[in-house]
């Protein structure tokens, strides 16, 4: 049974520019939540998909933007990339609602540098 | 605005001693509690969880306590070993959500002393 997976492993990007990062949820779990890691501190929600449509934001400005896909997998896409941006970013994924569902089980992250 | 807070960044034990992380939380909404182990190049794996109506939870070696009046948590590791050592995050949810949106702490890095 595989976990949650994320591709790519790591991503450098210069200022300015646009990346996706991708995201497989746990085998029957339909909820993606992504998460912005900075170093040294713990992870920030930045929104969930449940349902191929955004069910909760974080702080975050729109130039963070996702998707949820049919099969669940979800992406998230960062536009005008600033250095601030530089971060792990972990998925995590959580069973339907109605079962219990706070925990959620992340993958390994993405790690994206803006130089 | 940090809402779960994890005030002690780094701790050393020696292994077979207690291993003691503390954890304070402001959003008095909060009804769920989990503890989260990281080892570098590796997501968060969850470790242990409370809800808000008790105030112990036991698993193993590891133990959480919840005290909802001072707003405060922590988690017991008895006995350490060297392989607990990672970065220990707190994290909370507001039930009220529906989401399970987690909050974290900054984290408590753990090491374990042969």
């Known amino acids: 049974d595989a976990g949650v997976t994320q591709s790519p492993t790591h991503l450098i990007k210069t200022r300015g520019q646009q990346v996706t990062l991708r995201c497989s949820p746990k085998?029957?779990?339909?909820?993606v939540s992504w998460y912005q890691q900075a170093l040294g501190q713990g992870p920030q929600f930045i929104f969930q998909?449940?349902?191929?449509?955004?069910?909760q934001r974080g702080n975050f400005p729109d130039r963070f933007s996702g998707h949820q896909f049919p099969n669940y997998s979800s992406e998230l896409n960062v536009n005008a990339l600033l250095l601030g941006d530089s971060a792990l970013y972990l998925c995590?994924?959580?069973?339907?609602?109605?079962?219990?569902?706070?925990?959620?089980?992340f993958g390994p992250g993405t790690r994206l540098t803006v130089l | 605005d940090q809402q779960v807070k994890q005030n002690s960044p780094s701790l050393s034990v020696q292994e077979g001693r207690i291993s003691i992380l503390n954890c304070d939380y402001t959003?008095?909404?909060?009804?769920?509690f989990l503890w989260y182990k990281k080892y570098p190049a590796e997501g968060p794996t969850f470790l242990i969880s409370?809800?808000?109506?008790?105030d112990k939870n036991e698993d193993g070696r590891f133990t959480v306590f919840l005290n909802k009046s001072a707003k405060h948590l922590s988690l017991h590791i008895v006995p350490s070993q060297p392989g607990d050592s990672a970065v220990y995050f707190c994290?909370?949810?507001?039930?009220?959500?529906?989401?399970?949106?987690?909050?974290f702490g900054q984290g408590t890095t753990l090491q374990v002393k042969p």
């Open positions: 995590a994924s959580s069973p339907a609602r109605g079962a219990f569902n706070n925990e959620q089980f």
């Open positions: 085998s029957g779990h339909d909820t």
């Open positions: 998909y449940y349902e191929e449509e955004e069910r």
């Open positions: 959003n008095s909404m909060f009804d769920y």
């Open positions: 409370i809800s808000s109506i008790k």
């Open positions: 994290a909370a949810s507001d039930g009220s959500s529906n989401t399970g949106k987690l909050i």
